[in-house]
């Protein structure tokens, strides 16, 4: 078995593995409940999908010209998808958007149960 079949079929691999990521966060956009739930999802699959289609491209079509190259975009679409989904829901959070009534526990807040406009900010250390 040589390197190139191996590479092709890891290739291969990876680039399916990643469309499925990717589908698998188009659905928990469409199906899930809130914002918050939403933009993790979207952000973990934004992250981890272009990463496994990235290493799938490189194995596919080698070279050392492109391989610092992947490891670049694979660290700043990482660190980007994260910190996005995040900002994103933080924005959600400051212009009011209701979490779903699941939601428990506000760490932005430090209390119990959704925002409210009389909420006192307090800590239980």
């Known amino acids: 078995m040589s390197w190139e079949l191996v590479a ?14 990717f589908l698998g966060g188009a659905i928990g956009l469409l199906r899930f409940p809130d914002l918050y739930v939403r933009s993790s999802a979207i952000g973990a699959a934004a992250g981890l999908g272009l990463v496994f289609v990235i290493a799938g491209a490189f194995l596919l079509h080698p070279t050392w010209e492109a391989a610092p190259k992947v490891a670049v975009a694979a660290i700043l679409q990482f660190a980007s998808s994260a910190i996005g989904a995040m900002y994103i829901a933080r924005a959600g959070f400051l212009s009011g958007a209701a979490p779903t009534t699941a939601t428990r526990y506000s760490q932005i807040e430090f209390t119990t149960g959704p925002p409210t406009d009389s909420t006192e900010v307090t800590r239980d250390d």
């Open 8 to 21: 092709t079929v890891l290739g291969s691999v990876s680039v399916l593995v990643g469309a499925v990521v």
